[in-house]
């Protein structure tokens, strides 16, 4: 993998935040008048509005509340393709990650993968049990785990797939669909070794089956190292239970991993000293290589970034040139935190270095931005991360060298968009 570097370019205003306001302040005030003041004879300045001369609804109309009804668009989506065989019971729907704001996505839009639809347990008969290779058994409820300190962290979960579809070329003509198998949000719970401290892990037991009590009984086998580390027993996300489609009542999280090792609806865990060799860790969830062999325990999620703004579900075509645009989108890594993104805007030749705004934490999203002067121009809209172990963003050609074609995890090669003179934003695939 190549360092990133740093290129100018004439043709590129790099500004900060005040640079951006100054410069706006500089434009005439005709050029400033086409773009943003309405006509003064606007009805909807000069006439009362509807909402503002009537009764607004009942403030116990919805006692869950609900997004505005104009926000209809912002929804998760899914489609046949990402599903086994069109069974709607195992597939997945999608983040809109164009109508994404800051780094915590909400409940209801949560990206969700289940492989025998969404079980509705409950929480009354629900038992959870360690066991195996420990010196204390123990079936625990929930409120039993509730009685254990809280933590609270901020953590992304991702797909291995998200993105698969696109490896032999461009599949669909949307961010959501190209990468939104992910989300980020605050996750509330009690970490496992404060629970197994108390119950005595055998030294040699290195690794834990961690079961679902789903219809598919999703099983994987985590290593007792990382069970150990950071991995928590999550009950709740962004204030309040988990959904039933994230797990409810309990799930298990590992920070930075594959989402599907973080199992929905908590079983058990079992303790020993040999890998489980499961179904999802055998016929799938592996990762061919170059040469022919697959990677079976690939566990965390490589330094990864996208451009959220332009999309093809939200071009340019309202701009003109000479406006001035910011420029997001989001880059994680399941190594730790984001230390820098690049972006380019011819395909890769050049890359210069964009802002890293809000919170940076680790195996969190990380925001970048970049304001730009639109010279209603074609471009090529790239970018790449770096996290801070220096873990550097590859190209598709890249990342072919290690993983090979065929393989359909763990992809992470840098994603372009096209920006034609009009505006429009449509997905292509730069592999140099």
Request: hydrophobic residues 35%; charged residues 25%; proline residues 5%.
């Amino acid at each position: 993998m190549t360092k990133i570097s740093k290129a100018s370019n004439t043709e590129i205003v790099q500004s900060t935040r005040r640079d951006f306001f100054r410069k706006t302040a500089a434009y005439s005030v005709s050029a400033i008048a086409a773009t943003s003041i309405l006509s003064a004879d606007d009805e909807n300045i000069t006439h009362h509005s509807k909402w503002g001369t009537t009764l607004g609804d009942e403030l116990n109309k919805n006692p869950y509340g609900l997004p505005s009804p104009y926000e209809h668009n912002n929804v998760r989506r899914t489609t046949p393709l990402l599903s086994s065989a069109g069974d709607m019971h195992a597939a997945i729907s999608l983040t809109p990650l164009h109508e994404q704001e800051g780094i915590i996505t909400p409940n209801g839009l949560f990206f969700t993968r289940t492989h025998n639809g969404v079980a509705q347990i409950d929480p009354n008969k629900f038992r959870f049990m360690i066991h195996g290779m420990i010196e204390k058994p123990i079936v625990l409820t929930l409120e039993d785990i509730k009685k254990y300190p809280s933590e609270s962290v901020i953590h992304f979960l991702e797909c291995p797939s998200n993105g698969a579809a696109e490896w032999k070329g461009p599949q669909f003509n949307s961010l959501q669909f190209v990468k939104g198998m992910m989300s980020c949000t605050e996750w509330t719970g009690v970490r496992l070794k404060t629970i197994l401290d108390d119950l005595g892990v055998d030294p040699k037991a290195i690794w834990c089956l961690v079961e679902g009590q789903d219809g598919s009984e999703m099983s994987r086998t985590v290593p007792t190292e990382k069970i150990m580390d950071d991995a928590m027993l999550v009950y709740a996300m962004n204030g309040e239970a988990l959904r039933a489609e994230q797990g409810y009542p309990l799930r298990l999280l590992l920070p930075g991993w594959e989402a599907n090792l973080c199992v929905k609806w908590l079983k058990r865990l079992e303790f020993g000293d040999k890998p489980w060799y499961c179904k999802e860790e055998t016929s799938k969830y592996t990762t061919l290589t170059a040469s022919g062999k697959a990677i079976q325990h690939f566990y965390p999620l490589e330094v990864n970034s996208i451009i959220t703004s332009p999309c093809p579900e939200k071009p340019w075509t309202s701009l003109k040139k000479g406006d001035m645009i910011e420029i997001q989108g989001l880059a994680w890594s399941g190594h730790g935190k984001i230390k820098l993104v690049d972006i380019s805007f011819d395909g890769g030749k050049n890359w210069v270095e964009a802002n890293l705004k809000g919170l940076v934490l680790p195996k969190s999203w990380t925001r970048f931005s970049y304001i730009y002067k639109y010279e209603g121009k074609p471009l090529l809209l790239a970018s790449r991360a770096m996290d801070e172990i220096k873990n550097v963003q590859p190209t598709v050609n890249q990342e072919k060298k290690i993983i090979g074609v065929e393989g359909v995890y763990h992809r992470n090669s840098i994603c372009t968009w096209e920006v034609k003179e009009n505006g429009e934003v449509h997905n292509v695939q730069m592999r140099s």
